[in-house]
């Protein structure tokens, strides 16, 4: 199995050594286990992306143990799979315990049949354990199991059991901040993602498939180097771009319909994330043209606002007031756009929030709101979507005729810089008239 990317090991160390000063614990981390979907065929393997993050091991069902020491630095032990000839022949390679220490930058290293054993031994003096419990039944069972033999022992002192304390929040917290060589992935990532974008817009046209566009857009990611999508794409046609996770992308395209790509390619083990809304023959009607015009502006004017300080509640408000005004002009709502809004009454046709935290995972880890509940301020290095939709269903009897059936959603990927953000896919065409040009092109 060759390594998910070929980073320098002490850029792990260095990445454990901040989550270890954080949590101030020893840390067990579960890399993924294989899960059989039929018979002796497993799902696709991707491993964890905490377990990514820290080790950079590729191999399932391994063990990650750092044992903060004295001198402030930490010992490593990683638990792998064995190497074994024969299932190698059919599996391909193991890195093996000697690979995990020479690549991986563990100091120690064994088979992990030997995880328990091992285990029971170095966890003697554990008076606080950096473990997630509650994610495998008879994982925790083991666990406390050992635990529990062990205040067996100390029955006066009552301290067999350490204090658990969920690591995710201190490894989540360091993942929000990309580093300059995370940066770079997502870049390469967004760039795939771009290039793919375009292929499909460019070929699109009616009587094609929506999983025809799948392929090419997939294909395209594929050649790049990607080694899979970040998420299941979204080619959604006319009415379906509505529905708002529409992954089925079995329908003839038709002359006249949008076409919503929700699609994403994964890179260096961080993934893109970009939505386009295009028309299928090259030319937005009037009525798509005013709806679009709305939600480009939105998405426009919220990418304005991203920089450090600014909020996930501050880009919201934008994109609900913004959308809401947009609304009333569409004749779907009437009142005051700034009441309607306070009132919630842009729900029905923009449902979801404006964007999301990306990184290693498409939803990446991180809060939208500190420990005390206040918005959490951005910071440089963070890297958030931006993503307003409109979405105006054919049988919603609220909605002025022409629009009926159309959904507009216009996604990009944004860096918060120190002086404001950069665009990760600006390479896309998102007005209408580059769209235009280049679906004629
Ligand atoms: N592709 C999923 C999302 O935009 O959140
Ligand atoms: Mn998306
Ligand atoms: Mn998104």
């Not at 509650?134 to 350490?162: H, S, T």
């Not at 299928?280 to 043209?289: L, S």
Request: glycine share 10%.
């Amino acid at each position: 199995m060759s390594k998910l990317h070929s980073l320098d090991p002490e850029i792990w160390k260095e990445r454990r050594r901040n989550v270890l000063k954080k949590l101030r614990a020893p840390l067990l981390l579960r890399g993924a286990t294989q899960t059989l979907r039929n018979g002796d065929v497993h799902y696709s393997f991707r491993q964890d992306s905490n377990f990514s993050y820290l080790c950079g091991f590729p191999e399932p069902d391994s063990l990650l143990l750092a044992i903060p020491e004295k001198t402030g630095d930490h010992k490593t032990i990683l638990f792998v799979p064995p190497k074994n000839p024969s299932l190698e022949v059919w599996n391909g390679k193991r890195e093996g315990v000697k690979g995990a220490i020479r690549n991986y930058g563990a100091d120690e290293a064994y088979p992990v049949q030997e995880f328990w054993k091992i285990f029971q031994e170095r966890s003697k003096g554990f008076d606080e354990l950096g473990f997630a419990l509650g994610m495998n039944k008879e994982f925790d069972d083991k666990l406390l199991q050992i635990f529990g033999q062990r205040l067996k022992g100390r029955p006066r002192d009552n301290r067999g059991l350490p204090t658990f304390i969920d690591p995710r929040p201190p490894i989540n917290e360091c993942r929000w901040i990309k580093s300059s060589y995370e940066i770079e992935q997502m870049q390469r990532a967004c760039d795939i993602t771009a290039q793919g974008h375009k292929v499909a817009m460019a070929l699109s046209r009616p009587g094609l498939y929506e999983y025809e566009v799948q392929a090419e857009i997939e294909a395209v990611f594929r050649r790049a180097g990607s080694p899979r999508v970040g998420y299941d794409s979204i080619i959604a046609s006319g009415n379906n771009a509505n529905t708002l996770h529409y992954i089925q992308n079995n329908r003839k395209m038709r002359r006249g319909q949008l076409l919503l790509i929700d699609a994403g390619a994964e890179f260096g083990g961080y993934s893109g994330d970009v939505t386009r809304t295009f028309p299928v023959d090259g030319r937005f009607t009037e009525a798509q043209k005013t709806v679009y015009r709305i939600v480009l502006r939105c998405q426009k004017k919220c990418i304005r606002a991203v920089r450090p300080g600014c909020t996930f509640e501050k880009l919201n408000k934008i994109a609900q007031l913004e959308l809401t005004k947009g609304l009333v002009e569409l004749g779907i709502l009437k009142g005051d756009y700034k009441t309607l809004r306070e009132k919630g009454a842009f729900k029905p046709w923009f449902m979801h929030g404006l964007g999301h935290w990306l990184g290693m995972d498409v939803h990446d880890v991180g809060p939208e709101t500190t420990k005390e509940g206040k918005p959490l301020p951005f910071r440089s290095g963070m890297v958030l979507t931006v993503e307003p939709g409109l979405y105006l269903p054919a049988n919603d009897k609220r909605i002025p005729k022409e629009y009926r059936g159309i959904g507009i959603r216009i996604e990009d990927d944004v860096l918060v810089t120190r002086s404001g953000n950069r665009v990760l896919t600006a390479d896309i065409p998102k007005e209408i008239q580059d769209i235009e040009e280049f679906c004629n092109s």
